[in-house]
């Protein structure tokens, strides 16, 4: 449940797109739940409203190397902070 379709693997992919973030999620508990996966984290970047500055429960996330991101991509659909987190790949 929670787990949707991830579009084509670009190759040499370092980047990927997470979604339905709790709105509680920061950095730390970003890296911490990749971290599950040993894949750590080079650089967080979260997408606000343009207008309030609210965060919009998604944003990406920047491995060190594609190892890490393929191992990242496996925690779609797993919860963080009580939600299903909706990951995908990107460039």
């Not at 739940?33 to 997408?47: D, H, M, P």
């Amino acid at each position: 449940a929670g787990k949707t379709a991830m579009s084509e693997k670009p190759e040499g992919c370092l980047k990927l797109f997470i979604g339905n973030l709790n709105y509680e999620a920061g950095q730390e508990e970003v890296e911490k739940f990749f971290a599950s996966v040993e894949s750590e984290v080079k650089t967080v970047r979260f997408i606000h409203h343009k207008d309030s500055g609210d965060p919009k429960g998604c944003g990406y996330v920047e491995f060190w190397n594609t190892e890490a991101c393929d191992k990242a991509a496996t925690l779609n659909g797993k919860k963080l902070l009580g939600r299903p987190i909706r990951i995908d790949w990107t460039d």
